[in-house]
């Protein structure tokens, strides 16, 4: 059995597979995750307006996603990120001022 085993003859295409998904969805999250706490800093942090810290992360989150080069799922969850985030600010602005 042992005399069986020749070292460097496994095929690793699926642990490569694995691997690759893991760190691309590690890429993703973390993406989408700074976006959002960097977003909720500049609103919450700072003086700037929530519309001015939408705008500032819209750009960084786009530049991100070029340099990272991410797929189109980032860019949906980007997208769909900012319209619910458009959507609440006026709603919250409509019903409590500025």
Excluded: C, P
């Amino acid at each position: 059995m042992a005399e069986d085993y020749h070292r460097g003859e496994m095929n690793v295409a699926e642990q490569k597979h694995t691997f690759d998904g893991f760190i691309s969805v590690s890429v993703f999250s973390a993406a989408v995750l700074g976006l959002v706490v960097m977003f909720l800093s500049m609103v919450f942090g700072t003086d700037l307006g929530w519309l001015t810290a939408f705008l500032i992360t819209a750009v960084i989150g786009g530049v991100i996603g070029v340099l990272l080069k991410q797929g189109t799922a980032y860019w949906m969850t980007v997208a769909i990120l900012g319209v619910i985030t458009i959507i609440a600010g006026f709603m919250i602005v409509a019903l409590f001022g500025a």
